[in-house]
């Protein structure tokens, strides 16, 4: 790795994973100085079951807690707002957010209110700066989660902010929470976790740092998200695509190589569709882009994700390839086991012809919009336009 | 990778690495909203021209608020207090630490003092007193070894009490650390070899100890992987920039590994050593390492042989045969410090026998091993050691690490 030209890398929160993680959050907030924390959270979308394995967890620690599970997919600025009001009334002093995705998001927003002390939430932009450390944040991921709770950014109804503080203290990982109810959900967290992972990883910028974050993640995702896909009773595999979901928000917020997150955040922003539908599809034409610029990058991948014996016994001359089939297989059983669940282009997705122009209008405003319209166009969305 | 039923890692420190990371640090701090530092150091620091390039790289960035260069090599309360007091009358806002373990210690405990108007600094000592924000501490480490710029503990002496207080917070960890090429750059070749083996010894230890996973095994592999290429090579030839870079951002991942999944017998026994005979903590750790690892080897002999590929490549790696990789690791960090001794004339010290002070005097003689031995049964580290200890097999161990010779496995109790 060429440290040559410096690097800097930050990762703020602590992770806790594993049995009975929730049950020690008494202990992780006092040791934030949090004493009466707000959960906020959605009952449809992070579920009853998960809230109330929340709420047990805190057992006899004797702690109030404030509830707010109102928050729905079209949450903006006003619920954040009406949030921060109870947060303010109620005097709490940290949030735990449980869920993923919109449910993190507002969270994130709230902390940055309250934290901030602005008057009203509604009046927060993407133009707010953030200088300041803010609040005890403790983020709860369910099956639900994106990769994008433990980053460093926020997106709310078109608007976007970025800010290492708006990233969480800690996040707990619970294998009661982790499991979710259909494969495709799954797939579509790993595919967006394991593309965006994979993008930071092989640029030629990476840090070793990064990189002890990404070479987790990507082994967890390569052993474990098919298992976790088709199996889902095996807690264990679900827990460690988990783990590397929320690792994956870390990576994000740590590289500037993105071509996949912002495919990935376009297509969710305009077709409201999982980012991890668009990465996974785009996995394969962006592989051979960058395999035709530097091969020894993708060499490098067949470590994590072959293995160290597997890596060791081929010739140095082999590895990119391999690695580049590996990941074809890894990708093509989960879609097969899916049974088309999840769409392997556009065309398939169906996305309609007036959706695709503003999503290609928002392209084309990108530095790199010519490159990002030729991926777009790779995986069938030039037949949509044509 | 295995996933633990339960684990926690933490490192929220910034790391800044560079050939030129000093010169980011009022960015750093404005970014933190501060402005006037108090500088920490030493005087061995100070003399080696060390603070002299931080303050060059500062210059018109920040004001610096004070430059105290009085740290003593075992932390004082005194000089905390007297620190803190300095820090207040210059309306200091932020702290930077530019050393080693006792340089790092020392300002923490300042910034303790500081951040929370303590009187009495024992109020705050042990886990858990702590837990709200301390003012910006930006860490600069002088050596490649201690990992203390991502280390959430502090050891403060009490030299009038004859208390040793103990500190231990994630509030303790530095906000930034900034790993610049520039800082280690003349440390003499016997400093660089014993430090970088500290350092191995953190990744080492950090992948065999019981609270490992899967975040602090892959800092150590990188950490065993960097220090391995590196180590002999900026021993050999101390300008070596990339070389000397590359260490500083392998003992830091090292740092973070241990810190998360703690350390065992190479660090319980090398703390009974230095705490008997006053040697140097890299020495005893470049002595034991290997003994540690063949103490444990019945225990976790396959997590051993994982560190053979980043340690010696593929080609070594596909060569042996796998139930000799284990080994092949030990044989490996003896080989280290074969060619550290041959490089430095013979003071980098291999075994306890030939540990010598500055007057040539044997610095661990052979009838003070039971004195260790039994020493070692009061150090916290065994805690996290895959094997079970006691003292007929830390005295094994130590008769072994003095005479040179391999651990005679079959003596160990296998619990």
């Known amino acids: 790795m060429d440290l040559t030209n410096g690097f800097a890398f930050t990762c703020p929160f602590k992770t806790n994973s594993g049995n009975k993680a929730l049950e020690n959050l008494p202990v992780e907030l006092a040791g934030l100085n949090a004493f009466k924390p707000l959960i906020i959270t959605s009952r449809p979308l992070a579920g009853c079951r998960a809230i109330s394995t929340l709420k047990n967890a805190f057992g006899d620690s004797g702690m109030t807690l404030g509830i707010f599970d109102g928050v729905t997919e079209t949450a903006d600025l006003s619920v954040v707002e009406q949030i921060r009001d109870i947060f303010v009334k109620g005097q709490y002093d940290s949030i735990i957010a449980l869920g993923g995705g919109v449910v993190v998001d507002v969270a994130k927003i709230v902390n940055l209110a309250v934290s901030q002390k602005v008057a009203d939430a509604r009046q927060l932009s993407p133009a707010t700066a953030i200088r300041d450390p803010l609040g005890p944040f403790i983020v709860i991921?369910?099956?639900?989660?994106?990769?994008?709770?433990?980053?460093?950014?926020?997106?709310?109804?078109?608007?976007?902010?970025?800010?290492?503080?708006?990233?969480?203290?800690?996040?707990?990982?619970?294998?009661?929470?982790?499991?979710?109810?259909?494969?495709?959900?799954?797939?579509?967290?790993?595919?967006?976790?394991?593309?965006?992972?994979?993008?930071?990883?092989?640029?030629?910028?990476?840090?070793?740092?990064?990189?002890?974050?990404?070479?987790?993640?990507?082994?967890?995702?390569?052993?474990?998200?098919?298992?976790?896909?088709?199996?889902?009773?095996?807690?264990?595999?679900?827990?460690?695509?988990?783990?590397?979901?929320?690792?994956?928000?870390?990576?994000?917020?740590?590289?500037?190589?993105?071509?996949?997150?912002?495919?990935?955040?376009?297509?969710?922003?305009?077709?409201?569709?999982?980012?991890?539908m668009i990465i996974g599809m785009c996995l394969h034409p962006f592989l051979d882009d960058c395999m035709k610029k530097d091969s020894s990058l993708i060499a490098s991948l067949l470590l994590p994700l072959g293995g160290d014996d597997k890596y060791a016994a081929m010739p140095e001359a082999g590895r990119a390839g391999e690695a580049l089939r590996d990941i074809y297989e890894f990708s093509y059983e989960i879609y097969r086991s899916l049974k088309g669940k999840i769409p392997r282009t556009i065309t398939e997705a169906g996305i309609q012809q007036y959706l695709m122009n503003d999503v290609m209008d928002i392209i084309n405003q990108e530095p790199d919009g010519a490159y990002l319209r030729t991926m777009i166009d790779r995986v069938g969305g030039g037949s949509i336009k044509a | 990778m295995i996933l633990p039923d339960y684990y926690e890692f933490c490192c929220r420190v910034k790391i800044v690495a560079g050939h030129d990371a000093l010169e980011k640090i009022p960015a750093l701090l404005a970014e933190m909203g501060s402005k006037k530092p108090l500088i920490i150091t030493d005087k061995g620091v100070a003399a080696a021209g060390l603070v002299d390039i931080v303050v060059n790289?500062?210059?018109?960035?920040?004001?610096?608020?004070?430059?105290?260069?009085?740290?003593?090599?075992?932390?004082?309360?005194?000089?905390?207090?007297?620190l803190a007091g300095l820090y207040r009358d210059n309306a200091c806002d932020a702290i930077i630490a530019v050393g080693g373990g006792s340089v790092m210690d020392t300002a923490k405990g300042v910034n303790i003092v500081v951040s929370e108007n303590a009187t009495d600094l024992m109020a705050f000592s042990g886990a858990g007193a702590l837990n709200r924000r301390l003012k910006p501490l930006v860490a600069?480490?002088?050596?490649?070894?201690?990992?203390?710029?991502?280390?959430?503990?502090?050891?403060?002496?009490?030299?009038?009490?004859?208390?040793?207080?103990?500190?231990?917070?994630?509030?303790?960890?530095?906000?930034?650390?900034?790993?610049?090429?520039?800082?280690?750059?003349?440390?003499?070749?016997?400093?660089?070899?014993?430090?970088?083996?500290?350092?191995?010894?953190?990744?080492?230890?950090?992948?065999?100890?019981?609270?490992k996973n899967p975040l602090s095994d892959a800092h150590s592999l990188a950490a065993v992987n960097m220090i391995h290429q590196y180590l002999s090579t900026v021993t050999q030839n101390p300008s070596d920039k990339e070389g000397r870079l590359a260490m500083a951002v392998g003992a830091c991942l090292?740092?973070?590994?241990?810190?998360?999944?703690?350390?065992?017998?190479?660090?319980?026994?090398?703390?009974?050593?230095?705490?008997?005979?006053?040697?140097?903590?890299?020495?005893?750790?470049?002595?034991?390492?290997?003994?540690?690892?063949?103490?444990?080897?019945?225990?976790?002999?396959?997590?051993?042989?994982?560190?053979?590929?980043?340690?010696?490549?593929?080609?070594?790696?596909?060569?042996?045969?796998?139930?000799?990789?284990?080994?092949?690791?030990?044989?490996?960090?003896?080989?280290?410090?074969?060619?550290?001794?041959?490089?430095?004339g013979g003071r980098h010290a291999r075994y306890f026998s030939e540990v010598k002070d500055r007057d040539g005097k044997?610095?661990?003689?052979?009838?003070?091993?039971?004195?260790?031995?039994?020493?070692?049964?009061?150090?916290?580290?065994?805690?996290?050691?895959?094997?079970?200890?006691?003292?007929?097999?830390?005295?094994?161990?130590?008769?072994?690490?003095?005479?040179?010779?391999?651990?005679?496995?079959?003596?160990?109790?296998?619990?």
């Not at chain 2, 790289?57 to 007297?82: E, F, H, M, R």
């Not at chain 2, 006053?278 to 051993?304: F, Q, R, S």
């Open chain 1, 141 to 276: 991921p369910t099956a639900a989660a994106t990769g994008m709770e433990t980053s460093k950014y926020a997106f709310l109804q078109g608007k976007s902010f970025v800010s290492v503080h708006l990233m969480p203290d800690l996040v707990i990982l619970d294998p009661r929470l982790t499991r979710a109810k259909d494969g495709k959900a799954v797939a579509e967290a790993g595919f967006a976790a394991f593309g965006r992972i994979l993008e930071a990883d092989i640029a030629p910028d990476r840090n070793p740092l990064m990189h002890a974050y990404a070479f987790t993640a990507l082994r967890f995702l390569r052993e474990n998200l098919a298992d976790a896909v088709n199996k889902r009773c095996n807690k264990k595999a679900s827990l460690a695509v988990a783990n590397a979901v929320a690792m994956s928000g870390c990576v994000i917020s740590n590289t500037d190589q993105n071509v996949l997150h912002r495919l990935g955040q376009v297509f969710q922003k305009i077709v409201h569709v999982h980012p991890g």
């Open chain 2, 254 to 344: 090292a740092g973070i590994s241990f810190s998360n999944s703690m350390v065992g017998i190479v660090h319980n026994l090398g703390h009974a050593t230095g705490a008997v005979c006053g040697v140097p903590h890299g020495i005893c750790m470049a002595v034991l390492l290997p003994y540690g690892l063949e103490y444990n080897m019945h225990k976790c002999g396959d997590t051993i042989a994982e560190l053979l590929l980043p340690m010696a490549g593929e080609e070594v790696y596909r060569t042996t045969p796998k139930a000799e990789r284990a080994d092949k690791v030990v044989s490996l960090i003896r080989q280290m410090n074969q060619d550290l001794n041959a490089i430095t």
């Open chain 2, 362 to 415: 044997q610095m661990v003689p052979r009838d003070v091993l039971p004195a260790i031995a039994k020493a070692a049964l009061l150090d916290g580290a065994t805690i996290y050691n895959p094997e079970d200890q006691d003292y007929e097999e830390n005295l094994l161990v130590l008769e072994a690490a003095w005479e040179g010779k391999p651990l005679d496995r079959s003596k160990i109790k296998k619990g």
């Open chain 2, 57 to 82: 790289a500062l210059k018109d960035g920040v004001t610096i608020g004070g430059i105290a260069d009085n740290v003593p090599p075992d932390s004082d309360l005194k000089v905390v207090n007297q």
């Open chain 2, 140 to 211: 600069i480490p002088t050596t490649a070894g201690t990992g203390s710029e991502v280390t959430l503990v502090a050891v403060i002496k009490d030299h009038e009490k004859h208390q040793k207080m103990l500190f231990t917070s994630y509030v303790l960890l530095p906000n930034v650390s900034i790993l610049d090429s520039r800082m280690t750059m003349t440390m003499p070749p016997f400093i660089t070899a014993m430090t970088g083996m500290d350092a191995l010894s953190h990744a080492v230890e950090g992948y065999y100890c019981l609270q």
